[in-house]
Structure formats: structure tokens, C-alpha cells
């Protein structure tokens, strides 16, 4: 099979294009799908260029949103079928490792996957949506939702609200609906994320989105009435990390799913206790927030953001857009 692989950590420029990489083989309770899609995230990129503690098993082919068609059934296999669309939960929750990661992943024209790992996709969403929904939008739901907790009428800062959690977490908010305010780097962006729902849009490259907070919706007080909003959505950390808590109204809630600007930003723990803050963390997702996101999709309340799909040998040039953060929500690979 054609495939994409990495026999050691690098840069983009160190997935290699393989014409002839070897099939997967299923064993017992395993599938192999023939891959339709397979969305990208940051993630890949930790993967690709290495992260602390982590020790990933080379060659590997990344790759961990994969949506695709049942091509063979190993011994044990019950319940499906060859031909049966599926997008997989990308975490084996009995081996505990991630596909793409630990496991060979969607970068290739087939994948192997556990039988436990499928879910089936309704006939109305596409493989493109379903492919974007696991790792970003189900980390989004759990931020949101699950954990976050979002209600009607709060007031809610999302900061870099253009990528896919980012984008989910707009939809998700108005649907709840908050008053959704999204923070990104260029006015493209910005007018896709209006178009998207969102009420109102800081530039956070030539704005400081804490001092637009608080001029629109005033500073927190530790007594009397207090300004500043209910909700901020934070997973870049970061030089962002003190600003968003300086943003919240008295007993607001700082929901952070990630790091990706820095996981040792600078604390001032004042205001946590000053203004009886909520610090809470939101990690990855579980297959009742996939199904609850699948459910959305195919009702169509919720619009997965794939800014385009490219072929398998375009892979590196779709690293490199996204590594340069010049995607709107995401962007697929097409084997």
C-alpha cells in the first residue's frame, strides 16, 4: 500500500512517501479499513518532532482522525460488516495507546484498528465530517459540554478559536446559547468565524484581547458588582494563560484542554482566590461525546470546518500549512 512514514523525530521535511509499504494484517478482533479520510492535528506535529516522555515505536505511520470503509474482518469480528462505514475511536481503551501515535495510523491507503474501536457513521454525515470529529471536536465537546458545562445567556472568550477545537467550541457554544465571543490572528479568520456564529471577534495580533474584555465588559470585582466574562476557553497557555484569568467575572471558570503555546506560563494565583476563580481541566474525550457529536452533525446543528482535503503525497505540504496555522478548522488527507 501507498503510505506516509517517519523513521525517526524531525521536521516535515522527514515523512517520507512510501509507494509500497507493507499491508496491515488483521488478527483476532481486528479490522482493516480502507481509509476515505484521515484529518490532521497538531498532535501530529508533538509526534512527528518528539515530546518529553513519550517514546514513539519507528517507523510509524501517523495519522489520528481516520474515517474509511471496512476492507477485511479478522477471526472474532461480530456486529460488522465488509463495505460498513466507520470512523474509529482513536484510543484502544484496553491497551490504552493512541492510534497515530503508539499504533500505525490513518496516513495510508489501509489502516488496523481493534474491533472495539469502531463507530459507525450515519448515512447523512460524510467521511470528510466524521473524520474531523474525534480528537478536536471531541476534545471540544468535553470542554464544552461535558466538563465546561455551557449555559444559556453567559459570555464566553474562546482563544484561538479558528483551528478545529477552536471552531467546534464556537458552534457548540451558540448552541447552548452564549454569548460567544472568539479571539484569532487574521480578519479571514475572523470573518469565517462571524460566519460561523460567533458574536464578536477579537484580532488578537494588533488587539490585546484582555484589555478589549475589559472595555467592553468591565474588570472582575472582588465585592459588589463584578465585570469581566463567565467562560474563557484556553488551550494555548502561554503568554495567554494570567490575561485570560483577569478576563473573568467573580466565581467565572478557565477551562484549558492543552498547552500549545507553553505548559509553564506565567501565575499570578491572587486572582484565583480574590475573585473565587475556576480552574478546570478538560482531557481528550469518551465514545458518548463522539456519539453525541455524530448525533449533531447528522441533525445538522453542528457543521464540522474542513478548510480542504489533499492527496496522500500532498501530506507535507498539509503540515505545513497547518504548522504555519494557515488552516480554518481542519484540513484532510485523501489516500
Given at each position: 500500500?501507498?503510505?506516509?512514514?517517519?523513521?525517526?523525530?524531525?521536521?516535515?521535511?522527514?515523512?517520507?512517501?512510501?509507494?509500497?509499504?507493507?499491508?496491515?494484517?488483521?488478527?483476532?478482533?481486528?479490522?482493516?479499513?480502507?481509509?476515505?479520510?484521515?484529518?490532521?492535528?497538531?498532535?501530529?506535529?508533538?509526534?512527528?518532532?518528539?515530546?518529553?516522555?513519550?517514546?514513539?515505536?519507528?517507523?510509524?505511520?501517523?495519522?489520528?482522525?481516520?474515517?474509511?470503509?471496512?476492507?477485511?474482518?479478522?477471526?472474532?469480528?461480530?456486529?460488522?460488516?465488509?463495505?460498513?462505514?466507520?470512523?474509529?475511536?482513536?484510543?484502544?481503551?484496553?491497551?490504552?495507546?493512541?492510534?497515530?501515535?503508539?499504533?500505525?495510523?490513518?496516513?495510508?491507503?489501509?489502516?488496523?484498528?481493534?474491533?472495539?474501536?469502531?463507530?459507525?457513521?450515519?448515512?447523512?454525515?460524510?467521511?470528510?465530517?466524521?473524520?474531523?470529529?474525534?480528537?478536536?471536536?471531541?476534545?471540544?465537546?468535553?470542554?464544552?459540554?461535558?466538563?465546561?458545562?455551557?449555559?444559556?445567556?453567559?459570555?464566553?472568550?474562546?482563544?484561538?478559536?479558528?483551528?478545529?477545537?477552536?471552531?467546534?467550541?464556537?458552534?457548540?457554544?451558540?448552541?447552548?446559547?452564549?454569548?460567544?465571543?472568539?479571539?484569532?490572528?487574521?480578519?479571514?479568520?475572523?470573518?469565517?468565524?462571524?460566519?460561523?456564529?460567533?458574536?464578536?471577534?477579537?484580532?488578537?495580533?494588533?488587539?490585546?484581547?484582555?484589555?478589549?474584555?475589559?472595555?467592553?465588559?468591565?474588570?472582575p470585582r472582588a465585592?459588589?458588582?463584578?465585570?469581566?466574562?463567565?467562560?474563557?476557553?484556553?488551550?494555548?497557555?502561554?503568554?495567554?494563560?494570567?490575561?485570560?484569568?483577569?478576563?473573568?467575572?467573580?466565581?467565572?471558570?478557565?477551562?484549558?484542554?492543552?498547552?500549545?503555546?507553553?505548559?509553564?506560563?506565567?501565575?499570578?494565583?491572587?486572582?484565583?482566590?480574590?475573585?473565587?476563580?475556576?480552574?478546570?481541566?478538560?482531557?481528550?474525550?469518551?465514545?458518548?461525546?463522539?456519539?453525541?457529536?455524530?448525533?449533531?452533525?447528522e441533525d445538522g446543528?453542528?457543521?464540522?470546518?474542513?478548510?480542504?482535503?489533499?492527496?496522500?503525497?500532498?501530506?507535507?505540504?498539509?503540515?505545513?500549512?497547518?504548522?504555519?496555522?494557515?488552516?480554518?478548522?481542519?484540513?484532510?488527507?485523501?489516500?
Amino acid at each position: 500500500m501507498r503510505a506516509m512514514v517517519i523513521r525517526e523525530h524531525g521536521e516535515i521535511d522527514s515523512i517520507t512517501y512510501e509507494p509500497a509499504w507493507p499491508d496491515p494484517v488483521a488478527g483476532a478482533g481486528e479490522v482493516i479499513l480502507k481509509v476515505k479520510v484521515c484529518a490532521l492535528n497538531y498532535h501530529d506535529l508533538f509526534t512527528l518532532r518528539g515530546m518529553p516522555g513519550i517514546k514513539v515505536p519507528m517507523p510509524i505511520i501517523m495519522g489520528i482522525d481516520t474515517a474509511g470503509e471496512i476492507a477485511e474482518l479478522g477471526p472474532e469480528v461480530e456486529d460488522w460488516s465488509v463495505g460498513d462505514r466507520v470512523v474509529i475511536d482513536p484510543i484502544d481503551r484496553e491497551k490504552l495507546k493512541l492510534q497515530g501515535e503508539m499504533m500505525d495510523g490513518g496516513l495510508a491507503e489501509y489502516i488496523k484498528v481493534q474491533a472495539h474501536q469502531l463507530i459507525r457513521i450515519p448515512d447523512a454525515v460524510s467521511y470528510e465530517q466524521a473524520a474531523a470529529l474525534p480528537v478536536a471536536y471531541g476534545t471540544a465537546y468535553r470542554t464544552m459540554v461535558t466538563i465546561g458545562k455551557v449555559a444559556a445567556g453567559e459570555k464566553v472568550l474562546i482563544l484561538g478559536a479558528s483551528g478545529g477545537v477552536g471552531t467546534c467550541c464556537v458552534q457548540l457554544a451558540k448552541l447552548a446559547g452564549a454569548f460567544v465571543i472568539a479571539a484569532a490572528s487574521t480578519e479571514e479568520k475572523i470573518q469565517k468565524l462571524l460566519d460561523l456564529g460567533a458574536d464578536e471577534c477579537i484580532n488578537y495580533t494588533d488587539q490585546d484581547f484582555m484589555r478589549v474584555i475589559h472595555a467592553g465588559y468591565g474588570k472582575p470585582r472582588a465585592l459588589g458588582e463584578s465585570g469581566g466574562i463567565d467562560m474563557v476557553i484556553n488551550f494555548t497557555g502561554g503568554e495567554t494563560w494570567l490575561p485570560s484569568l483577569k478576563c473573568l467575572t467573580r466565581g467565572g471558570r478557565l477551562v484549558t484542554c492543552g498547552a500549545t503555546a507553553g505548559y509553564d506560563p506565567k501565575e499570578d494565583i491572587r486572582y484565583i482566590w480574590t475573585f473565587e476563580l475556576n480552574i478546570i481541566g478538560a482531557n481528550g474525550w469518551t465514545r458518548d461525546d463522539l456519539h453525541a457529536l455524530l448525533k449533531l452533525v447528522e441533525d445538522g446543528k453542528l457543521l464540522p470546518s474542513i478548510e480542504e482535503t489533499v492527496s496522500l503525497e500532498d501530506t507535507r505540504d498539509a503540515f505545513q500549512l497547518l504548522d504555519e496555522r494557515k488552516v480554518f478548522g481542519k484540513i484532510g488527507i485523501v489516500p
